[in-house]
């Protein structure tokens, strides 16, 4: 008979079922890397070699530059030209030119840096993000982008430094030149003319001001119609979004000239005191520059309310999809009118050019209206609540910093730190929140999987 014990069975462990690693989103890239950005440039303007004076600048200070330099804004605390150094003036202008590329290739040139496979979904995100016409030369687009926002800004760069010259020891031009042309292209809005004056010194230079126009919309339409202009070259033959650009920049440009004019007419302070003919550039080139770059020609300050609240709705628009320009853009703008005009006209679908807008682009337009417009008008009671100027004032920076065009009354220098930080995270979301919330909602997107019975609201 045997004794002892039984002998256990041998326990093996299996080792569980491996978890896939997920690359970060598109969108979170965007975002992480704007932000890393930003810090980075926070910190290298915090240092005593960046200001004149030798002495560090205070981290609120120096976050407020960075963010509106990297968001593309140009709202200032301190005058550049007077409280930055030679090395300070380069970190903005590097911030600028980096934040431009940024925006403009969208996450295409964000992947291409993190060196990751591009799948056919982030494919189908970044056609959405930078307006591809064709989905397989994405990753294309932006190296073409990045060539031609180099040479735009070389020729901006050639004309301005000429006309600088006149003025300036050549090596001082060549510097103001550079830096010009790539804030202008970039619809940055910083500047190198000291006392806050933007350019107004050359209010009566046609020169000066019609190459800033010509950088500021050439960066505000966005590469992808430059080229469908230059390979289609009709009107006709181009694509829908290339229409829409086209005929809402043109109209705005000529309401925003004429509502100026209309309301600075008499205004001694800004356009009453010019000849017709400076009149009607300086309109001009503030209508152009008022709604997405942030120069002046004129004191803004001494603006009426009338042309504040027309540049108000100016910056709110901002300019196209895909470029440096900021605000709600031009293609939301046009999706609400010709959604109102299909509306009066009793139509169930929305259409333009012979074209049917998607449904989906109609909720998304909607969505970053509400998104923007909240961001606006919560920083603009934010800023009444905690500083001591007029609303009008409070509204007038709140929607420059959300628009991202950086045109001021002249209170930003004079705000607290409390504003300041406010401004700058305003400015961070109207950068980034449209087009991250376009990101999210184009990789969301989904057939229902049943659909509620409908039921109507009263309107009106």
């Known amino acids: 008979m045997r004794t002892g014990r039984r002998p256990q069975p041998e326990r093996v462990h299996l080792p569980g079922p491996a978890v896939p690693h997920r690359a970060l989103s598109p969108t979170l890239v965007l975002i992480l890397s704007f932000v890393l950005l930003d810090a980075v440039g926070a910190l290298a303007l915090a240092l005593p070699v960046s200001s004149k004076s030798g002495q560090s600048t205070p981290i609120v200070d120096a976050f407020f530059t960075a963010t509106s330099a990297v968001c593309l804004t140009g709202l200032v605390v301190f005058d550049t030209v007077s409280y930055w150094s030679g090395f300070g003036q380069v970190v903005i202008l590097l911030l600028i030119q980096l934040g431009g590329l940024g925006i403009m290739t969208g996450?295409?040139?964000?992947?291409?840096?993190?060196?990751?496979?591009?799948?056919?979904?982030?494919?189908?995100?970044?056609?959405?993000?930078?307006?591809?016409?064709?989905?397989?030369?994405?990753?294309?687009?932006?190296?073409?982008?990045?060539?031609?926002?180099?040479?735009a800004e070389a020729a901006g760069m050639i004309v301005l430094t000429a006309r600088f010259s006149l003025d300036y020891e050549l090596p001082t031009a060549v510097w103001m030149g550079m830096f010009h042309a790539v804030s202008a292209f970039n619809n940055a809005g910083f500047d190198l003319m000291g006392g806050f004056s933007s350019f107004q010194a050359f209010a009566y230079d046609p020169l000066v001001l019609f190459t800033l126009m010509a950088l500021i919309v050439t960066g505000s339409v966005s590469y992808t119609l430059v080229e469908d202009l230059l390979r289609r070259r009709r009107f006709a033959r181009l694509a829908l979004d290339s229409k829409v650009v086209i005929v809402t920049t043109v109209t705005l440009i000529v309401l925003g000239t004429i509502g100026l004019l209309a309301t600075e007419w008499r205004n001694p302070n800004t356009l009453g005191q010019m000849d017709l003919g400076p009149r009607l550039l300086n309109a001009l080139f503030q209508s152009v520059s008022g709604r997405t770059?942030?120069?002046?020609?004129?004191?803004?300050?001494?603006?009426?309310?009338?042309?504040?609240?027309?540049?108000?709705?100016?910056?709110?628009?901002?300019?196209?999809?895909?470029?440096?320009?900021?605000?709600?853009?031009?293609?939301?703008?046009?999706?609400?009118?010709?959604?109102?005009?299909s509306a009066l006209r009793g139509l169930s679908h929305v259409e333009v050019f012979e074209r049917r807008i998607p449904f989906a682009d109609v909720l998304r337009s909607v969505s970053v209206a509400f998104l923007l417009l909240s961001v606006m008008f919560g920083t603009a009671f934010f800023l009444n609540l905690t500083e001591r100027f007029f609303f009008v004032q409070d509204l007038f920076e709140a929607v420059s910093a959300t628009g991202t065009v950086g045109l001021s009354t002249g209170i930003t220098p004079e705000t607290g730190t409390t504003a300041r930080i406010a401004l700058a995270l305003t400015m961070l979301a109207g950068r980034l929140g449209p087009l991250a919330l376009v990101l999210a909602l184009t990789t969301r997107e989904a057939l229902?999987?049943?659909?509620?019975?409908?039921?109507?609201?009263?309107?009106?």
């Open 107 to 151: 996450s295409t040139l964000l992947l291409l840096l993190v060196g990751r496979r591009v799948t056919l979904r982030d494919r189908l995100v970044l056609k959405a993000a930078v307006g591809s016409p064709d989905l397989g030369s994405t990753l294309e687009l932006a190296r073409r982008v990045a060539i031609f926002m180099g040479l």
């Open 448 to 460: 229902p999987r049943y659909n509620w019975p409908e039921e109507t609201v009263k309107l009106g």
């Open 293 to 341: 770059a942030g120069f002046s020609s004129v004191n803004i300050g001494q603006m009426s309310e009338a042309g504040l609240l027309l540049l108000i709705g100016l910056m709110t628009i901002g300019g196209a999809a895909g470029s440096t320009a900021g605000g709600l853009k031009v293609q939301t703008l046009a999706i609400f009118c010709v959604a109102a005009i």
